[in-house]
């Protein structure tokens, strides 16, 4: 029987397909479709690993019977029966030959596809002491992938993680990930995947995981309470992204309805397209300059598909994360540099300094950020992190020096509030050169830019003009730390409000005082991607949006149809009223 749960709304669209849960514990597992070829060759990988995993527990008993005689272990002993009883079980092969054959799943993730079947059923009994098996299944399926993991595939994943657009899959049927969480490391590994839509369980609408979600371009919603556990294995589910909601189940009729949906969707979609080269000028022949988002270099693709006329934000920390703890050095991080600068193809590249902590934690033993207890929003983040780090934000400051050779480059500096900050990172910026020069390296000039993000930077905004020629705004954070809610806790996520007044006053204050002093200013969080904002920052003076290539488009539309003049006394009007999302729909 069909039934919904609601979530926020984080990427638009609709995803029709079959939902596969992956346990938080288990995203780092291969996800991709193997070739009808493969097939017999994965069921072999994995009654390989079976075998070897059951060789191993018999090695156990068998030592532990030579050690200590028949009976020292009873205990464990008949755990090690217990496995080895798990290991054989029928529900659990036949479960897994099911997912190869059937949905050609590669041998991993057929594994744990039927893993997350069983252990429902484990959840569902009566019996705790059956319950309990439960860990004993999960500790045997990871024998088995440990010892996949050692052994080499017979079929090499494929390097984006699949094997083949999801749409034309080699079972051709769509997949949707259906996930308690992902952090913005997981779901970059998802990028390029199989899956044709995400849902997780918890999550904001500016959190991380859900910006990756939107620069993926396919439905997804998060913040789904209880999707996870409602939602079983294989279940044919609909995502849809405009109103944040996910029907499991669904009847002929609704499948007939959301189809139509999607197909709508698509059309607009071609439809959009076609103003890619168009100049994004408002009726009142405003030019505006509409730039990309990016996390990878490989990014500038779509970001140039787009239209982007520069990328707006690099968020280079997506360089620093699901590396096993190794940071990039200068060499990797200066050719992923210079291969986006190069790939923008003389357009500008605002190259943003590594911004970790808080939702963007490095991977564990990479440094040292906040831990989770103690708020790592407010801790060690962005510029603090760099400024605690100095030998590694060197590292990146030269790397970016050095790509600036190649390209114009604009470097940003996330989360100033202080001017003993702005002194530091200045100063750092001087000796990553002087370094360069003692060293005979080349290297480019840049335009240094700070990112007006905390409340304390938006009630300053005369001193970063002072060290800094441009500025760029991120709404993201100004929002959260303005009004005290936590982008990434869906608990709150009502309370997050663009438009508050408050929000308001900093946004027009800093755009209006930039503007002033003829310093380019731009808006590079959330917001500049939300056509329903759009005509605000156009009325508030903005003139610089950076946002997700997926999104250009259709700001692009908005700002056709706009006639900015007449946009400015309305936004003021939006700025003093009480209510501001009251005036927004006039
Ligand atoms: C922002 O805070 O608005 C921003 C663009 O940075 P991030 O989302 O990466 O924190
Ligand atoms: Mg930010």
Known sequence: MTFTVHGLAVSRGIAIGRAVIVASSRIDVAHYIVKPAQVAGEIERLRHARDAVAAEIGKIQQGLHELS???????????????????????????????????????????????????????????????????????????????????????????????????????????????????PADMLQFKQSVFTGFVTDVGGKTSHTAIVARSMDIPAVVGARGASHLVRQDDWVIIDGDAGVLLVDPSPMLLAEYSDKQRRGEVERERLSRLKNTPAVSLDGQRIELLANIEQPQDVVSALNAGAVGVGLFRTEFLFMGRAGKLPDEEEQFEAYRRTVEGMQGLPVTIRTIDVGA????????????????????????IRWSLAEPAVFLVQL?????????????????????????????????????????????????????????????????????????????????????????????????????????????????????????????????????????????????????????????????????????????????????????????
């Not at 029928?90 to 799943?105: A, D, F, M, N, T």
């Not at 494929?158 to 769509?174: E, F, H, K, L």
Request: glycine letters at 6%.
């Open 69 to 183: 005689g028949a009976d020292a272990h009873p205990e464990l002993s008949a755990l090690l029966d217990v496995h080895l009883m798990l290991l054989q079980d029928e529900q659990l092969s036949s479960g897994v030959k099911h997912w190869i054959v059937e949905r050609q799943y590669n041998a991993e993730w057929a594994l744990t596809s039927q893993l997350e079947v069983i252990a429902r059923q484990f959840d569902e009994m009566e019996d705790p002491y059956l319950r309990e098996r439960k860990a004993d299944l999960e500790q045997v399926v990871e024998r088995i992938l440990r010892v996949m993991r050692g052994a080499a595939s017979a079929v090499a994943a494929p390097a984006a993680g699949g094997d083949g657009d999801p749409a034309s899959g080699t079972t051709g049927v769509p997949l949707v990930l259906v996930a308690h969480d992902l952090s």
């Open 398 to 586: 030269r790397a970016i020096l050095r790509a600036a050779a190649y390209g114009p480059i604009h470097l940003l500096i996330p989360m100033l509030a202080h001017a003993s900050e702005i002194r530091q990172t200045l100063a750092l910026i001087e000796r990553a050169r002087e370094q360069l020069s003692a060293s005979g390296t080349e290297y480019g000039p840049l335009r240094l830019g700070a990112m007006i993000e905390i409340p304390a930077a938006a009630l300053t905004v005369p001193l970063f003009l002072r060290h800094f020629d441009f500025l760029s705004i991120g709404t993201n954070d100004l929002i959260q730390y303005t009004l005290a809610i936590d982008r990434a806790d869906e608990s709150v996520a009502h309370l997050y409000n663009p438009v508050h007044p408050a929000v308001l006053q900093l946004l027009a204050s800093t755009i209006a005082q930039s503007r002033a002093q003829g310093k380019p200013v731009t808006v590079c969080g959330e917001m500049a991607g939300d056509v329903s904002m759009t005509r605000l920052l156009l009325g508030l003076g903005l003139r610089s949006f950076s946002m997700h290539p997926a999104q250009i488009l259709a700001v692009k539309q908005q700002i056709l149809r706009c006639d900015t003049g007449k946009l400015s006394s309305w936004a003021q009007s939006v700025l003093v009223a009480e209510d501001p999302a009251a005036l927004m729909t006039d």
């Open 359 to 382: 939702d963007k934690p490095l991977d564990r033993g990479a440094g040292r950020t906040s831990d989770d207890h103690i708020n790592p929003a407010m801790g060690l983040r962005a």
